[in-house]
């Protein structure tokens, strides 16, 4: 009895952990994934420091990973904060350069997700509202996929009208960009439920709130997710624009500093942040929907079907 307990809960009569062929199975994939990762990046890496050492990639215009990953201290003072965009600050002013980074980085992903959250949410409750009511779809719906094509550049000038200069404007921009696209994917979302669903769940005398609450939300769920992980990307290409004129510090703030300074070692090191900031909040994403969507099978779930 005491064997098949410690057998449960993985541990064998020797008092080591007994990995089950499931979890090993698990930690191969999630090692075999890991590694094809740090191939594909090392080959890309591999193939611009050989382009440098030949002499076909000018050090000046394409420096190559070693040079602007190798000197993070100095790459780092170059992160702008409050303080050092106040008139009369020294280059010496403010946080030290690993603060500084922190402080940029926390600042430029703060904006993202606020503003994809709002989005979020805001599409998800107009898009349904949208298919629950044919007065809102008359009346709202024209106006979605009229304002839907607009590149979010456009708002921008609108963002500081409204926001002057700031936190606001970056953070509009980025439910702007995602907010009527996303509220068009809710509704094409609400269209391919299954319509067995919804009949069923009208044979058993559903009322039509309670469908939409337990039949149509649920369903859609699971692309919904997908959409949100998809939109992070634009969220940050958006924020990026947005912080260059309208913030005061931020990662496009500091593209923009390397740009008016020619600085390509600059550019480059910041476009390596924001891809593995990009790349993790993807990976937490992914792991929020596993947590979320526990009905659905993890290729499922990973690829929105």
Not at 113 to 123: D, I, K, M, N, R
Not at 148 to 159: D, E, T, Y
């Amino acid at each position: 009895m005491i064997a098949r307990v410690a057998a449960k809960a993985g541990f064998h009569e020797a008092g080591r952990p007994l990995l089950s062929a499931e979890r090993k199975a698990s930690i191969s994939a999630w090692a075999s994934k890991c590694g094809w990762a740090i191939i594909s990046v090392g080959m890309f890496a591999l193939i611009w420091e050989l382009l440098w050492a030949v002499g076909l990639a000018d050090p000046k215009l394409l420096p190559p990973p070693h040079v602007f990953l190798g000197n993070f201290v100095e790459q780092a003072r170059n992160f702008n904060t409050a303080q050092r965009w106040q008139i009369g600050a020294g280059v010496a002013a403010g946080p030290t350069p690993w603060e500084a980074v922190g402080i940029t980085i926390l600042s430029s992903t703060g904006r993202v997700f606020t503003g994809l959250l709002l989005a979020a949410v805001g599409s998800i409750v107009l898009g349904v509202s949208i298919r629950y009511s044919g007065w809102a779809e008359r009346l709202i719906l024209p106006t979605v996929t009229l304002l839907a094509p607009v590149s979010p550049v456009a708002w921008l000038p609108v963002a500081i009208f409204l926001f002057g200069i700031g936190n606001g404007p970056a953070v509009f921009m980025v439910f702007i960009a995602l907010f009527f696209t996303m509220t068009l994917s809710t509704i094409a979302q609400i269209d391919a439920v299954d319509r067995n669903f919804i009949n069923v769940a009208r044979t058993m005398g559903a009322t039509k709130r309670q469908i939409y609450a337990r039949v149509v939300v649920p369903a859609i769920l699971p692309g919904l997710l997908v959409v949100l992980r998809l939109n992070l990307f634009g969220a940050w290409m958006v924020v990026l624009v947005a912080e260059a004129t309208g913030v005061g510090y931020g990662l496009g703030q500091v593209i923009m500093l390397a740009r008016n300074t020619f600085n390509p070692s600059l550019v480059f090191f910041t476009i390596t942040l924001i891809g593995l900031l990009g790349f993790g909040f993807d990976w937490l994403l992914r792991k929020v929907q596993a947590r979320v969507l526990y009905w659905v099978p993890e290729n499922k779930v990973i690829a929105g079907v």
